[in-house]
C-alpha cells in the first residue's frame, strides 16, 4: 500500500473543486478564519486506517478514513448566508467522488484504491464567528489486500 499517493491523490482531486480558495493538508491552525480572503477553505484530516483481515494468512485489506473541513464567510449583507457557498462545493465534491477518470462509479483515485466514497452523516455548524459556517464531511478509501 502507498499511503502517500493514496492521501495525496484524494487531496488533489479535492483541492481541485471549483470554488476552493484555500486547500490545506492537515488541522486548521487557529485564527486562519480571521483571514475570509482564504475562504471557502478546505482541510483534510487523516483520520484512521484499519486494517481488515479477509483470512488466515492473507494480507489485510485497508479501510482509510480522514474528514474534511470546509469553512466559509458570509458576505457583508446581514442576510448573507454562508453555507450558500458550501452547498456548490459539497455537490462538487460528491459528484467528483461518484466518478473515476472515465466517468463511470466507483472512484478508484487512479487505481490506488478499490473504493473512494463520502460516509456518514456531515456534520455542519452555521454561524461559527462573524457569519463563518463550516461542514464536515467523512471520506473512506478501501485498498485492497
Not at 466517468?103 to 483515485?109: A, I, K, S
Not at 487505481?111 to 473512506?140: F, K, M, T, W
Given at each position: ?5 493514496i492521501?495525496s491523490?484524494l487531496?488533489?482531486?479535492l ?7 484555500k ?10 478564519d ?5 475562504m471557502?477553505a ?6 484512521k486506517?484499519e ?6 494468512g492473507m494480507?489485510p485489506k ?5 474528514d474534511?473541513?470546509?469553512?466559509a ?9 454562508a453555507m450558500?457557498?458550501i452547498?456548490?462545493i459539497l455537490d462538487?465534491?460528491d ?5 473515476n477518470s ?5 472512484n478508484?483515485?487512479?487505481?490506488l484504491?478499490?473504493h ?8 455542519i455548524?452555521e454561524g ?6 463550516a461542514?464536515?464531511?467523512?471520506i473512506?478509501?478501501?485498498v485492497?489486500a
Amino acid at each position: 500500500m502507498n499511503r502517500e499517493g493514496i492521501y495525496s491523490a484524494l487531496f488533489n482531486q479535492l483541492k481541485s473543486v471549483d470554488g476552493i480558495v484555500k486547500a490545506t493538508r492537515g488541522t486548521p491552525r487557529q485564527g486562519f478564519d480571521q483571514d475570509r480572503a482564504n475562504m471557502p477553505a478546505l482541510f483534510m484530516i487523516q483520520r484512521k486506517e484499519e486494517p481488515q483481515r479477509v483470512g488466515k494468512g492473507m494480507p489485510p485489506k485497508w479501510k482509510l478514513t480522514v474528514d474534511v473541513l470546509l469553512f466559509a464567510a458570509s458576505g457583508d449583507s446581514r442576510d448573507a448566508i454562508a453555507m450558500s457557498k458550501i452547498n456548490p462545493i459539497l455537490d462538487a465534491i460528491d459528484d467528483a467522488l461518484d466518478q473515476n477518470s472515465v466517468g463511470l462509479f466507483d472512484n478508484t483515485l487512479g487505481g490506488l484504491v478499490s473504493h473512494c466514497y463520502l460516509n456518514g452523516s456531515s456534520q455542519i455548524v452555521e454561524g461559527l464567528d462573524a457569519n463563518v459556517s463550516a461542514v464536515i464531511i467523512e471520506i473512506e478509501m478501501l485498498v485492497p489486500a
